[in-house]
């Protein structure tokens, strides 16, 4: 599988055309999907049209960026003007926007062709892609077994060969556990880092917009076209325009890592901790210094983050009524009536169970007991993290404690579904960056993933660790 540097050096070079790439890439779509399921929207004709006016333009002698006339695609809770988002649900199957989500301007202004719009669980709720209101997305390293969610589909689609890379939204975990599942690269950014203008929100002060790649190298490259300060996101950090490559290359020699040793006790896979302790010594072994550290509160950071979620979840979602936004029933005989069967008819039974939870941490005589000491434990675990950051450049642990489940295996425990996020979800609760890569298989041959973090704003520093890593890594041996 190619990388976005190999696939813009050969079109520079007139190796290959844009056009002739993407009908390449839409071919191996049509090809895969049978199979996969990754995509619930396919764009052929819009990503050819993109494909030739990058031709055209590079044709004319324009320098273009790297990303341009490069294939890839797009999680469906991101906006697309003129183009269906659907965020994988019945409330919203026919929504067409009327403008892009910001990341979609600045990769279409970066030259980039996009395939279509990805399968992911319901509006982002859910770890394995089977809460999709459409079909499921399998695991292409396993097709028996899920990709992992929200993001399943755009992780699925990358390790399939299906786009180069593709853009998906991290709120717990949701693209760093897909990336785990299937062996590809995700990043959760510093919130702030990227605009979340057009992302249809889960919860707003969780949720993030991530690169996933098939390396560390092209994750650094879409991150730096997509982040930036947005005037219409007032949550986007006033930073500036970033190279986040600038670091790969430079080793890890006098880094500090933290390994907290709650990420490595009960309920982790033998082969998962043995892979990412291997990450550990690899790291020592460039030069960098690994020590064990304590997370006191990752216990607590599992309920915390259900409760802050849920709750920013059932305030969100409660515009989908069947009057200003989304589908409508199509009989009722009250306001009351309409707002029950559209919501009942059209959310599935995991959103429903969000809202629901939500609702009730929000209500009279529950707010202090369940969401203001969430709220507390969010503050105790950012300043934890803090700690660990004072004395640690990196903190490195596991992304899940298991390799990707078999489909159907976990849809009728949602809390076992859940706790498959005890690793990722503290990361979203502080606000800080955190990056999966692939670090070796399983017996059954399954991907598994270890996970970096660093303090808010070291995206770079991310990159530069995880490409040593990666240069170690066997993971491709067996590709």
């Known amino acids: 599988m190619k990388t976005i540097r190999e696939w813009g050096e050969a079109l520079r070079a007139r190796e290959v055309s844009s056009e002739e790439l993407t009908r390449g890439f839409l071919a191996r779509v049509e090809e895969k999907e049978p199979e996969i399921g990754a995509f619930l929207t396919v764009t052929a004709e819009g990503a050819l049209r993109a494909a030739r006016s990058v031709d055209a333009r590079r044709g004319a002698g324009e320098d273009l960026p790297l990303l341009a006339g490069i294939p890839m695609a797009l999680k469906d809770n991101l906006c697309t003007r003129g183009v269906r988002t659907t965020c994988a649900s019945r409330m919203l199957a026919d929504f067409v926007p009327t403008y892009d989500a910001t990341v979609v301007s ?127 996101d007032a949550t986007s950090a006033p930073r500036p325009a970033e190279d986040f490559s600038r670091w790969i290359g430079r080793g890890v020699r006098g880094f500090r890592v933290a390994l907290p040793r709650e990420f490595f006790g009960e309920g982790l896979d033998a082969e998962v901790k043995a892979a990412v302790l291997a990450s550990a010594r690899q790291l020592e072994a460039a030069g960098a210094v690994v020590e064990e550290v304590s997370l006191p509160s990752l216990a607590a950071a599992l309920p915390a983050y259900y409760v802050l979620s849920s709750a920013e979840a059932s305030s969100n979602l409660a515009r989908f009524d069947g009057v200003r936004f989304g589908s409508r029933a199509a009989e009722f005989e009250s306001i009351g009536e309409l707002y029950c069967r559209t919501r009942t008819e059209f959310f599935g039974e995991e959103v429903k169970r969000r809202i629901l939870l939500g609702t009730f941490a929000l209500s009279a005589g529950y707010y202090d007991a369940y969401y203001k000491k969430a709220l507390q434990m969010r503050t105790r675990i950012a300043a934890e993290y803090e700690k660990i950051f004072a004395s640690h450049d990196l903190i490195l642990s596991p992304v899940a404690p298991t390799t990707a489940y078999r489909l159907g295996e976990k849809t009728a425990d949602p809390m076992q579904m859940y706790l498959g996020d005890i690793y990722t979800v503290p990361v979203n609760i502080a606000g800080i960056p955190a990056l999966s890569l692939p670090c070796g298989r399983d017996a059954a041959g399954l991907p598994i993933g270890v996970q970096l973090m660093g303090p808010k704003w070291s995206e770079a520093r991310l990159y530069q660790a995880a490409a040593v890593l990666e240069e170690g890594s066997a993971y491709h041996e067996k590709d």
Request: aromatic share 6%; hydrophobic share 40%; net charge neutral.
């Open 106 to 232: 600045r990769l279409s202004a970066a030259g980039a062709v996009m395939l279509g719009k990805l399968n992911m669980d319901e509006f982002a709720m859910g770890s394995s892609t089977e809460n999709s209101a459409f079909h499921p997305t399998r695991n292409p390293a396993d097709t028996s077994r899920v990709p992992g969610g929200s993001s399943g589909g755009s992780a699925a689609a990358v390790a399939a060969g299906e786009a180069v890379y593709a853009l998906g939204s991290d709120t717990g975990g949701s693209i760093r556990q897909p990336a785990a599942f299937c062996g590809v690269v995700g990043l959760k950014p510093t919130y702030g880092r990227v605009s979340r203008y057009g992302l249809v929100a889960f919860a707003s002060s969780l949720d993030q917009v991530g690169p996933i790649t098939s390396c560390v190298a092209d994750n650094a490259a879409v991150l730096s076209a997509v982040a930036g300060q947005d005037p219409r």
